[in-house]
């Protein structure tokens, strides 16, 4: 067999591990960084900061005493604080005893509650913090859709006699006043309403004038985005695709799109699909897909995994950094709602429990990810941070919320857990964190 054959999978291959590695290697340094700054200002002091582990490739100690390095296993990292016999941050018992008041007060187990809880809580919240500027600068970067709703620059499509043009604002559209872009309430009604046809009337402002131009359906059956291991992006689709029919069937609009799709039960269909003015062949099968609801429930549904978007970018307006800060907030706080949700679904047995990626399936999304682009792949690198934010506080002994859960105890009791007890939780904590980790290895095999 050909030899050459092997290298368009060991690309992907290469590619996935290389987007998961920098994905993981980011978000862990923020992690540990966030522990490491906040430690060395509550007057901890750390002896070792490490990206990875095994055997170190590189390392130079700092002013402050705190060796800096780079391990040859890139699938995590660690801080090591004064006092830890290891970077689990287990006492070192027989050195602790063995120190100063001062020295000891500069240990993660000799420092004041309140340094302790700031330091072990600043890990998480580097996550959060990360996720936030991520999301605002790329918001920032795009701009929000300007009022009233014009176009930007329109995209190919296979429609002829498009007479629209960059810079038009639309006022009407076959005979429909154009709403509020930014009010879905309104404006989703308004889509409702157009006839799906492949060329409409719009009524726009050009140049202080009101003229009637031909223009293509708003929502056209166009591919913006590709969901990473759906039906869609494992065919090779790719964003700028258009589906002009299905089964034999010509479609104008992503609503019908959507409808044969959520119609079809799973069974195969055949896309014709418009690609840079040639015409090609596809057959997919619809997947089942738990989406979150409004109300904080899950539905079932079928889907492809493609995105849609307007036919033209519409035209865009400088966000401010306040307002985008504020709309990167909320973005997080979506994605821990969501996820919340998700578990708890997960959880009653409402959806499957499939929702679960493990480490096979992050490298799968990184990669897939990362071949839609560098803005892709740094969303993407948000989210998951967000993510593994959320699941350093879950208190379960072995993370972040587990210690904070017992500084909690120490708060309330007036002193920390005894040593057998830490013993027993902490194996506990290790045999569930352990046991979920198989769980989600074995839904990215078998799922």
């Not at 200002?41 to 060796?67: C, E, L, N, Q």
């Not at 602790?96 to 309140?114: C, F, I």
């Not at 040639?278 to 492809?304: K, M, S, Y």
Request: net charge negative; charged share 15%; with cysteine.
């Amino acid at each position: 067999m050909d030899s050459v054959a092997f290298l368009p999978q060991f690309g992907g291959l290469f590619m996935t591990i290389l987007a998961f590695v920098v994905a993981l290697s980011a978000i862990v340094a923020v992690h540990e960084y966030g522990h490491y700054i906040v430690g060395r200002w509550s007057g901890i002091k750390a002896d070792v900061f490490s990206i990875g582990f095994g055997p170190v490739i590189w390392s130079r100690v700092d002013k402050h005493g705190t060796r800096w390095q780079l391990a040859l296993l890139p699938f995590g990292g660690f801080v090591k604080f004064r006092g830890d016999a290891d970077a689990a941050s287990a006492t070192a018992e027989g050195a602790v005893r063995q120190m100063s008041p001062e020295e000891l007060r500069q240990t993660m187990h000799g420092a004041p509650l309140w340094a302790r809880t700031a330091t072990v809580a600043a890990g998480p919240v580097f996550n959060f913090v990360l996720s936030i500027l991520v999301f605002a600068t790329i918001m920032m970067t795009q701009g929000k859709v300007a009022e009233p709703l014009a176009v930007g620059e329109l995209k190919p499509l296979p429609v002829e006699g498009i007479t629209l043009q960059p810079g038009d604002a639309l006022l009407n559209v076959a005979g429909i006043d154009v709403p509020d872009f930014g009010n879905p309430d309104v404006f989703d009604p308004f889509m409702d309403q157009l006839p799906t046809e492949p060329l409409l009337d719009y009524v726009v402002l050009r140049d202080g004038q009101e003229v009637t131009v031909q223009g293509p359906y708003p929502l056209p059956p166009l591919v913006a985005q590709l969901a990473p291991q759906s039906a869609a992006f494992e065919i090779n689709m790719r964003p700028g695709d258009v589906i002009i029919a299905v089964d034999g069937t010509p479609i104008h609009a992503f609503s019908e799109l959507k409808e044969v799709v959520e119609t079809s039960n799973g069974r195969p269909l055949a896309l014709q699909v418009w690609r840079d003015g040639a015409t090609l062949d596809f057959t997919l099968e619809p997947r089942r897909v738990d989406e979150p609801q409004p109300d904080g429930g899950f539905e079932t549904q079928w889907r492809i995994g493609i995105a849609g978007a307007l036919a033209f970018d519409p035209a865009t307006e400088r966000l401010g950094p306040v307002e985008a800060v504020q709309r990167g907030a909320v973005q997080v706080w979506d994605i821990i709602e969501g996820s919340m949700s998700g578990l708890y679904h997960m959880i009653t047995g409402a959806i499957s429990s499939c929702n679960m990626s493990g480490p096979i399936g992050i490298a799968e999304v990184s990669g897939a990810m990362a071949s839609q682009g560098a803005q892709s792949f740094i969303w993407f690198i948000a989210v998951l941070s967000t993510a593994v934010g959320l699941l350093n506080l879950f208190p379960i002994p072995v993370l972040d919320g587990g210690h904070l859960a017992f500084y909690a105890y120490e708060a309330v009791s007036g002193k920390p857990p005894s040593d057998r007890a830490l013993r027993i939780l902490m194996t506990l904590g290790l045999t569930l964190i352990l046991s979920l980790m198989a769980f989600a290895l074995y839904n990215d095999i078998f799922c």
